[in-house]
T-cell receptor, first 115, second 114 residues
Framework: AQTVTQSQPEMSVQEAETVTLSCTYDTSESDYYLFWYKQPPSRQMILVIRQEAYKQQNATENRFSVNFQKAAKSFSLKISDSQLGDAAMYFCASLLQGGSEKLVFGKGTKLTVNP | DTGVSQDPRHKITKRGQNVTFRCDPISEHNRLYWYRQTLGQGPEFLTYFQNEAQLEKSRLLSDRFSAERPKGSFSTLEIQRTEQGDSAMYLC????????????FGSGTRLTVV
C-alpha cells in the first residue's frame, strides 16, 4: 500500500523569501510518480510539479523545485521568491503507474505568505 | 477545453435524503476519478472509470454510494440515505492515458448533511 506523509500542518514565509515543504512516502513499487498539488481557497486542485521516480534529476518549474531523495523516500517542495498568490494548501501525492493510476495524497500543508 | 465541471458547487441536504452530483470531464479524457476530501485531510480515492467501465472502487464507497458514467462522457455520483459523516467535498478529476502527467480536477461539490 502507498502512504504519503506531510509532517507540517502549517508553514509561513515572508514574501520574496524561500520556503521548503516536506513530504515522505512509502511504496514497494518501482514505477511511480510523485506530485505536488496546490489548492487555493477557490478549491480547485492545480498541479504544481511532478517527478518521475526513475529520473535522478530533480524537477523544476519556474520558482518551484523539488528535492527528490529516492533512497530516503523523501520529496520536498521548495518555493523560491514566494508571492502572495502562493498562499494555499499544498498536497504531496504519489501515483503507481499501471492499473487505475489513482493518486494517494498526504494531509496537506497550509502555506501562509506574509507581506 | 473548458476544464472539468462539477455541479452543484454546494449542496445542503437533510439526513436521510438522496443526493446526486454531476461531473463533466474534459471531452477527450477517457479516465474519470471521484475523490472525497474531508476537512483537514487530503483527497481520498473513491472510484475510477475508464470510458464507461467502472474499474475500481474504494472500500470507502459503501453500498449507499453509486457512480455511473454512461457512454463514457459525464459521470454521476449518488449518495442514498445521506448521513452526517457524508459531509465533505467531492472532487472529480479526469485524465487521458498518461495520467502520470497529472489529472485535471474540478472545483468540487461541497456537501453538507444536516
Amino acid at each position: 500500500a502507498q502512504t504519503v506523509t506531510q509532517s507540517q500542518p502549517e508553514m509561513s514565509v515572508q514574501e520574496a523569501e524561500t520556503v521548503t515543504l516536506s513530504c515522505t512516502y512509502d511504496t514497494s513499487e518501482s514505477d511511480y510518480y510523485l506530485f505536488w498539488y496546490k489548492q487555493p481557497p477557490s478549491r480547485q486542485m492545480i498541479l504544481v510539479i511532478r517527478q518521475e521516480a526513475y529520473k535522478q534529476q530533480n524537477a523544476t518549474e519556474n520558482r518551484f523545485s523539488v528535492n527528490f531523495q529516492k533512497a530516503a523516500k523523501s520529496f520536498s517542495l521548495k518555493i523560491s521568491d514566494s508571492q502572495l498568490g502562493d498562499a494555499a494548501m499544498y498536497f504531496c501525492a504519489s501515483l503507481l503507474q499501471g492499473g487505475s493510476e489513482k493518486l494517494v495524497f498526504g494531509k496537506g500543508t497550509k502555506l501562509t505568505v506574509n507581506p | 477545453d473548458t476544464g472539468v465541471s462539477q455541479d452543484p458547487r454546494h449542496k445542503i441536504t437533510k439526513r436521510g435524503q438522496n443526493v446526486t452530483f454531476r461531473c463533466d470531464p474534459i471531452s477527450e479524457h477517457n479516465r474519470l476519478y471521484w475523490y472525497r476530501q474531508t476537512l483537514g485531510q487530503g483527497p481520498e480515492f473513491l472510484t475510477y472509470f475508464q470510458n464507461e467501465a467502472q474499474l475500481e472502487k474504494s472500500r470507502l464507497l459503501s453500498d449507499r454510494f453509486s457512480a455511473e458514467r454512461p457512454k463514457g462522457s459525464f459521470s454521476t455520483l449518488e449518495i442514498q440515505r445521506t448521513e452526517q459523516g457524508d459531509s465533505a467535498m467531492y472532487l472529480c478529476a479526469s485524465s487521458s492515458r498518461g495520467t502520470v502527467y497529472g489529472y485535471t480536477f474540478g472545483s468540487g461539490t461541497r456537501l453538507t448533511v444536516v
